[in-house]
C-alpha cells in the first residue's frame, strides 16, 4: 500500500511539473511524435535585434578607437558585479574602468564592422592594454572568430538628441 501511495505521489508531481515546464520542452516532446519535419528557427538574429534596437532619437560619441576588448570568464556568471547587480553572460552588459553604471554604449568590432549596444553595469577589466571586458553574449554578436578571446573595437557611447 505504501509503495502504491508513494508512486501516486511520484506520478501527480512529474504531472505538476510537466504543466509549468517551458513551452519549449512541450514543443519538442510533441514535435517528436510528429511525421513532418519542421524548418528549424534561427533565434539568434531575433535576440539582436530585441538587444540592439535602432533608436534615430539618439546620436553616437566616439569615446575610443582601436580599443582593446575581451569577455568575462564563465566562472564570473552569477557573481555580483561593482553596481551591484548579478552578472549574467547571456545579457548585453560590460565592464569599464571609467565610463558611469547605466551607460548605453555602441562597441564595434573593426574587423568585420558587426555592432553591439550594451550597458556598462561593471568595473574593469583589469588589465592596463584593454579597454573593455563585454558578457560572453555580446562578445560572441561581433566576434570575427568563435574562438578568438580579444578584439580591436571602436566604442561609442550614446547620448539621446
Known amino acids: 500500500m505504501k509503495k502504491?501511495?508513494?508512486i501516486l505521489f511520484l506520478l501527480v508531481i512529474i504531472g505538476i511539473a510537466y504543466s509549468q515546464a517551458p513551452s519549449v520542452i512541450k514543443e519538442k516532446v510533441?514535435?517528436?511524435?510528429d511525421t513532418i519535419k519542421k524548418e528549424k528557427t534561427n533565434i539568434l538574429p531575433e535576440t539582436l535585434i530585441k538587444d540592439t534596437v535602432?533608436?534615430?532619437n539618439v546620436k553616437y560619441?566616439?569615446?575610443?578607437k582601436n580599443g582593446h576588448a575581451s569577455y568575462y570568464a564563465d566562472k564570473f556568471h552569477g557573481r555580483r558585479t561593482a553596481s551591484g547587480q548579478r552578472f549574467d553572460m547571456h545579457k548585453m552588459t560590460a565592464a569599464h574602468k571609467k565610463l558611469p553604471f547605466g551607460s548605453k554604449i555602441r562597441v564595434t568590432n573593426e574587423a568585420n564592422g558587426?555592432?553591439?549596444i550594451v550597458e556598462?553595469?561593471?568595473r574593469g577589466p583589469f588589465v592596463r592594454s584593454r579597454e573593455i571586458d563585454l558578457s560572453k553574449k555580446a562578445f560572441m554578436a561581433i566576434a570575427s572568430s568563435k574562438g578568438a578571446g580579444s578584439m580591436k573595437v571602436t566604442i561609442e557611447t550614446i547620448v539621446k538628441k
Open 61 to 64: 560619441v566616439l569615446y575610443k
Open 4 to 6: 502504491l501511495f508513494a
Open 54 to 56: 535602432f533608436d534615430p
Open 114 to 116: 558587426k555592432s553591439v
Open 120 to 122: 556598462v553595469n561593471d
Open 30 to 33: 510533441t514535435n517528436s511524435k
